[in-house]
């Protein structure tokens, strides 16, 4: 299986570096595992808008993918309260 090439917006990239190191440190793992496979067994799709997340501790990531250019675009990062909101 071909390695996905991950892009962040900008909102997402923001509030990946304002959380904790060890926060970071652990959401940057699960992103190198969805480089991988973008759609891991604990992944869920959306059902209010598009994309998938994926659970990390008290923290989600919403992601979509693009399987033909090989795309993964991180659209948002956040605490499980917020993060169903934006």
């Known amino acids: 299986m071909s390695r996905y090439r991950v892009e962040f917006k900008p909102a997402a ?3 990946l570096l304002s959380l904790t190191k ?3 440190l652990k959401i940057a793992a699960a992103i190198e595992l969805l480089a991988e496979n973008p759609l891991p067994p ?3 799709k959306l059902t209010n808008r598009g994309g998938y997340r994926v659970r990390i501790g008290k923290f989600r ?3 979509s993918f693009n399987a033909h250019k090989l795309i ?3 659209i948002d990062i956040g605490h499980r309260k917020n993060i169903y909101t934006r």
């Open 13 to 15: 990239r923001k509030s």
């Open 22 to 24: 060890s926060d970071r």
């Open 42 to 44: 604990k992944s869920l």
């Open 61 to 63: 990531i919403i992601y």
């Open 72 to 74: 993964i675009l991180i």
